[in-house]
């Protein structure tokens, strides 16, 4: 590889450039419905100018819900494709510029669109599908980090403040693995996923656990605490 271009790739990806050049070009685009229901009011409809005017809060929340949208989709063409395992946090690595890239805008795509109960609440399944996420019809989860590595089942519950969460820095290594969550699994309110763990179907995760990373949760178990452990089989009923 040329020198230039190895000298290049010692540096952290362009991260607050992109984000700025999303925000910009998502902006722009969320004004252009204003711009249009503006000029078809004085023109068309001649309204008053203090209707005009009365309807600003409206205005507000179409350019807010247009910009999140955009930025959404252009979240979604942005995403590079990272391999799973253990990386060494070394700028040249592919992976880890990879993700660092992609963390960055799915936050910032997850925050615009924002808090319960306006926000994320009404649309946080089709966000993270929209970002990757394979989730079979029926399922929910509260907050995923890299969705692209998370698959659920039909019909599975990441509860209110439950963070599911693929990746792990440790010392100067990332480790990311896919997090499986089979058919009919319940994570608990407020509980901590870690990368690798697989969730059985029909497993229940206790309320405020920890599942470490590369956890096997079997089918219809239930599991609690900090690590989790397994307390029963699930009561058949
Ligand atoms: C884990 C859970 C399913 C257990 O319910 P259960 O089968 O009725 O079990 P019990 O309440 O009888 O408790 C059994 C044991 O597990 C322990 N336990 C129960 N929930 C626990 C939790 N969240 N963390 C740690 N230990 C827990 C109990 O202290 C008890 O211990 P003991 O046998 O030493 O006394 C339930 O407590 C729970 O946390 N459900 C999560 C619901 C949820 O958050 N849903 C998300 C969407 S709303």
């Known amino acids: 590889m040329h020198k230039i271009e190895k000298e290049k790739l010692r540096k952290p990806p362009r991260l607050v450039g992109r984000l700025a050049a999303s925000i910009i070009i998502s902006g722009a685009i969320s004004l252009i419905p204003i711009i249009l229901a503006s000029y078809f009011m004085v023109n068309y409809l001649d309204l008053p100018l203090y209707v005009l005017i009365g309807l600003t809060p409206l205005y507000y929340i179409l350019t807010k819900w247009v ?30 510029r990879n993700w660092m890239i992609n963390v960055m805008l799915t936050n910032s795509a997850t925050s615009f669109m924002g808090t319960p109960p306006l926000g994320q609440t009404l ?54 693995k896919k997090i499986k969550i089979g058919d009919g699994a319940v994570v608990g309110v ?46 058949s009923k």
């Open 190 to 235: 407020n509980s901590l996923v870690f990368p690798g763990a697989e969730i059985g179907e029909g497993a229940v995760i206790g309320a405020y656990s920890f599942v470490p990373r590369d956890t096997k949760v079997p089918p219809n178990t239930i599991w609690a605490g900090v690590p989790a452990k397994q307390i029963t089989p699930k009561p």
């Open 67 to 96: 910009f999140n949208f955009t930025f959404l989709v252009m979240v979604r063409a942005q995403l590079k494709p990272v391999e799973e395992g253990s990386h060494e946090v070394d700028m040249r690595n592919k992976n880890v």
């Open 123 to 176: 649309f946080n399944t089709f966000i993270y599908k929209f970002l990757k996420c394979q989730m079979g019809p029926g399922s929910t989860a509260n907050k995923i980090s890299d969705p692209y590595l998370v698959e659920m089942g039909t019909s599975s519950v990441g509860g209110a403040g439950t963070v599911i969460m693929p990746h792990i820095s440790e010392g100067n290594k990332l480790y990311l």
